[in-house]
């Protein structure tokens, strides 16, 4: 625009002198340019005076005066038109950079997200993968395990069809000859079972509500080593001051309310951590660190040994407190007893007992504190410790006494009343009794188990 302004000025002076010479110049009787200058947006600005409307106005080159004029200032319009515009998309511009600087730094940011979350999340699955790799062998194992049950399955299928002829046709078959295999195939079945070794315990179901009855704190319990026709129960409610014990004939006349016998104990006991093993009741004695074992037939206590060391009366209890300092329990490999020491710092100590004598055969110091734990369990010889006795608790924590070693778990149950107060495996039952804020119930187990073969023998 400046240059434009700088030819065309020189112009238009020439022409307005030229052609009327005679006129004298003013500002009133001619053109005349006064100045020309740029504005602060870089645009040209002339002021310029014009003469009166009669002046010259029938000379042809005033016309064409005109006419350049106006071309002029059409061009000076659309010049103005054009800054307009260019102003216009100076500043969307201006706009678009500093979205597109936005973008990039959010671009930058996904990208730095995105491998963060892409390492946490194959760290992940590198820890689910290596949880599953211990699995791998017994699945392997199941593999073979189910042609050995399929086999079974088959030679059921065939005795079932001999019998169903044997009902058609009576006396078309060798009896003696079709007794020979059921005992032979009744052999191989038991056999088999006898080669299930201890399993892992892997879920939880449950619970099933039995009864409800007595206080918030309690125990109830059947005796594992039972004949599965003996289905006695044993009813201590209350974690102290009590010494009564309530027997049932069967789990339908516990429901019943119906009690066969009541047993009057010497001694209070403390907590709700009791037992009942190979006919003898095994409880500790209240404010002591006594064990006591109580015999049912002969109504009278048999033994007692102090557990040494051990804390007692609210020193090292579970989280819940009660009492429960220590804790008896059994499981498929005998009789165990769990508590805390200064000794191992507040921490879980895992003693085997002899059920006769108590003394102890064996002891594992864990590092799991003993007031962190809610409850725990005994199921082949590995502890499972609860984190809580409220609702929300889980199997955390497994401590395997086979290898010395323990793992954190993670296996969720229904603490379905809220405060539990009493959780002990029962290994005929293959079950856990549990005193769930006043109510007894029962959770099923879910356990892994690896069939040994005759080479593992």
Partial sequence: MWTLSVVLNPLLFLLLFGYCPSATIRPKEGWQVYSSAQDADGRCICTVVAPEQNLCSRDAKGRQLRQLLEKVQNMSQSIEVLNLRTQRDFQY?????????????????????RKTLVNKNFQELKGKMESLQPLIPVLE????????????????????GVLMAIQEEMGAYDYEELQQKILHLENRLHSCMNKLTCGKLMKITGPLTVKTSGTRFGAWMTDPQASPKNNRVWYMDSYTNNNIVKEYKSIADFVAGVASRTYNLPFKWAGTNHMVYNGSLYYNKMQSNIIVRYSFELGQVVTQRALESAGFHNVYPYTWGGFSDIDLMADELGLWAVYATNQNAGNIVISQLNPDTLQILKTWNTEYSKRNAGESFMICGTLYITNSHLTGAKVYYAYSTKTSTYEYTDIPFHNQYFHMSMLDYNARDRALYGWNNGHQVLFNVTLFHIIKTDDDS
């Fill in 141 to 160: 194992q199941y593999k073979t395990d189910s042609k050995l049950i399929s086999q079974f399955k088959e030679e059921i299928r065939n005795l079932s």
């Fill in 93 to 113: 511009i201006m706009r678009m950079e500093s979205q597109i600087k936005g973008l990039r730094s959010k671009f930058r940011q996904i990208e730095s997200d």
